[in-house]
Structure formats: structure tokens, C-alpha cells
């Protein structure tokens, strides 16, 4: 349980972070703070890590709410985690439990930074340039960590970002290798479905 919690903030935090220097950097910011406007959104999310694969969607409803399902290649069996406030609980396939009030707190902070809060991860971004995504026009940023004289360092990822032009909101992330955008490691979907709804589960304990 505690790997699929670091799961969790790893994908939480890898599509959130910006940076709130620049106006490229401001423009992303904008873009985020109307997710957060939303209310509530989907991210379903591919992650490539130590386990594989690992597909995850995830519902938020603001300022506190979570819904995560999580599958790995190597466990096709789904897993899943609520979040309600500060209170927690999981679903390995066998009914669903509460979670210690630790793992509960952690989430909690976790989404608060990640989520709710304008995130600060130290990235620069080149302004919205004109893209086109699943035939639909956007903005696409893409945003590098800089060494100090200003360079990309080597070997760091690079993030792509789009963005729906009409509702400012953010559609795609991607976080790739330097040179390789064809073979991101993490990628994301946003959507904004009206109908998000996250209740306590009943429990088997």
C-alpha cells in the first residue's frame, strides 16, 4: 500500500508543477489556476516506472477529494484509494478498508500542494506555440529545468504541455527524454466531465 501511495504522488505531482517567473511561465500558471477553477477534473494517466506500466485515473473534486484507480502490467488487479478530507481508504480487490490516519494525512498534504495550491517546481517554459492535438487546435508549451547559466541540463526531462485555446484549461501533459518526445515516460489527459461525484465507500472494517 505505501508503493501505491508513491505512485499516487508521483503522479500527482508530475503534471502539476510550474514555475512563476516569466510570462511563458505565467501563461502555464493561468492555465492551471482554471483547472483549479473547474472545481473538478479526470486525469487518466499512463506511468512508466520500476513496475512497468502502470495506468491510473484519477477524479478530483476541490479542495479535498480523490478517487484513484491504479493498474500494473505485473498486477492486472486493479487497485483503488479515496480520498475524502482527512479520511482514507483502499480497495486491493478484496472490499474496501480504512486507511491508518498517517497514509490518510500524507495523501491529504500531498493533494493540497500538488492540487490545490499553486504548485512551485522550478520550470521555464517557452511561450504557447500554435499545435494540433487529436485534430483539435492548441497551445503547446514545453518547459525545461534550467542549470544556472540558464541551459537545459543534460539529461533531465522535458514536459509538453497543451493547452485547449478556448477554455485556457490544460488538455495533454507529457514528460519525456531530452530529444525524444515520441517516447514519453508519464503522460495525462484532462477532462472536465460535469457529473464527478466522490462518496465514502461502504467498508468491510
Request: hydrophobic share 35%; with cysteine.
Amino acid at each position: 500500500m505505501r508503493r501505491l501511495l508513491a505512485l499516487t504522488l508521483v503522479a500527482l505531482s508530475l503534471p502539476l508543477a510550474t514555475a512563476h517567473a516569466a510570462t511563458c511561465n505565467e501563461e502555464v500558471d493561468a492555465a492551471f489556476a482554471k483547472q483549479r477553477e473547474a472545481g473538478s477534473f479526470r486525469m487518466i494517466s499512463n506511468l512508466i516506472n520500476e513496475r512497468g506500466l502502470v495506468q491510473m485515473t484519477v477524479d478530483y473534486v476541490l479542495p479535498n477529494k480523490l478517487h484513484q484507480t491504479a493498474k500494473s502490467l505485473t498486477d492486472p488487479k486493479p487497485s483503488e484509494i479515496i480520498l475524502i478530507g482527512n479520511q482514507a481508504w483502499s480497495n486491493n480487490g478484496e472490499g474496501w478498508k480504512v486507511m491508518p490516519d498517517d497514509f490518510a494525512e500524507e495523501l491529504h498534504e500531498q493533494m493540497r500542494q500538488t492540487v490545490v495550491d499553486p504548485p512551485k517546481d522550478p520550470l521555464s517554459y517557452k511561450c504557447g506555440v500554435d499545435a494540433e492535438l487529436d485534430g483539435r487546435p492548441m497551445k503547446l508549451y514545453v518547459g525545461t529545468e534550467p542549470e544556472k547559466n540558464g541551459n537545459h541540463a543534460e539529461g533531465l526531462p522535458v514536459r509538453r504541455l497543451y493547452v485547449d485555446p478556448e477554455t485556457g484549461r490544460p488538455v495533454r501533459n507529457e514528460v519525456a527524454p531530452v530529444g525524444k518526445p515520441e517516447r514519453p515516460f508519464f503522460t495525462a489527459k484532462y477532462t472536465y466531465p460535469d457529473s464527478i461525484k466522490i462518496e465514502p465507500p461502504a467498508t468491510s472494517n
